[in-house]
């Protein structure tokens, strides 16, 4: 999603994806590739912001954003590439009036010391673009089965629009990570972190990771958002998406060290360049809000969302055709993930 604050002058993104080079291919192996680790992209047709997570008995359970922006869906295959057809069930419907009774935003699905927790952004009927962030609880085994009860707004330090919240546990802490308007530095939305003192409050000041400062994070709107956290090979990855909803969307990395103090910002250190942006060739525009997860045999998955094409008819947020694909992480000697489009 993106922030509804003033437009900026469109700037080209084009000199900049040129000089990126073109993603490694994914490690040569000889080892008969398994089926469930094989599929055809899009994953799942006209969802946004998808969010895909493997649960305890190895099956996929996903989410995302619909295009009507109304409800939460859950849904469950026994493999990645069996998404597509499984059927979704809706475990929440917003009201008709009220707090988060307009604009269903980006939906993600946490399992917390024996709970679900479902984290989304919404406005409200009477003031739609004041979007904030919400939390849904469900103590049963089964999501999809509910119940869910609603747990309220997310209250952050700013009461500005804010969006994309995901959480993580590192070293016994959990953090949430968010994108949020700050007043005091313009833009739209840049990246704050701050731990949790349970799943629906924070536990301590939150401090500012990235602002879009670089001239790919600024096309359209100036925007940080959509962050997706991972830790591998001795570092924190999180990735993030940035610009217009168009096909100018693309997705930066930020990194800290695993060791390192999360809450100091200068930990943090930001990729100048996008690890992935549209690409006329693999017909992939606008790529972005991502999530991870992985298959059987303990590979990472990138999975996010994009067109199929480029010419937009009108505002993006009413364009239905942002698709979920997926795509196998694979990672450099050095340790560094290696962002790729996928099949």
Request: net charge positive.
């Given at each position: 999603m993106l922030s509804p604050l003033p437009r900026l002058t469109l700037l080209s993104l084009s000199l900049l994806v040129n000089a990126v080079a073109s993603p490694l291919t994914s490690r040569e192996t000889n080892q008969p590739v398994p089926a469930s680790a094989t599929w055809n992209n899009p994953l799942v047709?006209?969802?946004?912001?998808?969010?895909?997570?493997?649960?305890?008995?190895?099956?996929?359970?996903?989410?995302?954003?619909?295009?009507?922006?109304?409800?939460?869906?859950?849904?469950?295959?026994?493999?990645?590439?069996?998404?597509?057809?499984?059927?979704?069930?809706?475990?929440?419907?917003?009201?008709?009036?009220?707090?988060?009774?307009?604009h269903i935003w980006a939906p993600e699905l946490h399992h917390i010391d024996g709970k679900w927790y479902v984290y989304f952004a919404a406005g409200r009927a009477d003031d739609i673009w004041a979007i904030r962030i919400y939390v849904l609880e469900c103590a049963a085994a089964d999501p999809l089965a509910g119940p869910w009860v609603e747990k309220g707004r997310l209250t952050t330090h700013l009461d500005t629009f804010s969006l994309d919240a995901t959480t993580f546990s590192h070293h016994g802490v959990r953090y949430l990570v968010w994108a949020q308007h700050d007043p005091a530095i313009g833009g739209n939305t840049s990246l704050f972190l701050a731990p949790l003192a349970n799943p629906w409050t924070l536990g301590g000041t939150?401090?500012?990771?990235?602002?879009?400062?670089?001239?790919?994070?600024?096309?359209?709107?100036?925007?940080?958002?959509?962050?997706?956290?991972?830790?591998?090979?001795?570092r924190v990855w999180l990735a993030y998406s940035a610009s217009a909803t168009d096909a100018n969307y693309c997705m930066g990395l930020l990194s800290a060290d695993e060791n390192a103090d999360l809450t100091d910002a200068s930990s943090w250190k930001k990729s100048p360049v996008p690890v992935l942006a549209t690409s006329d060739s693999a017909r992939v525009f606008g790529p972005g809000h991502n999530s991870f997860t992985t298959l059987p045999d303990g590979r990472d998955v990138l999975v996010y969302h994009a067109r199929d094409y480029r010419d937009i008819v009108g505002d993006p947020l009413n364009n239905p055709d942002r698709h979920t694909r997926a795509s196998v992480l694979s990672w450099r000697p050095d340790g560094t993930p290696v962002f790729e489009f996928g099949p």
């Open positions: 047709r006209q969802r946004a912001d998808p969010w895909v997570c493997r649960a305890e008995d190895g099956r996929y359970l996903f989410t995302g954003t619909v295009p009507e922006y109304d409800r939460i869906e859950l849904s469950r295959a026994d493999t990645l590439g069996d998404l597509g057809a499984a059927k979704p069930v809706v475990i929440w419907r917003k009201p008709a009036s009220g707090p988060a009774s307009h939150p401090v500012r990771l990235s602002k879009p400062d670089l001239p790919w994070e600024t096309i359209g709107f100036r925007v940080n958002e959509g962050p997706a956290v991972l830790v591998r090979h001795g």
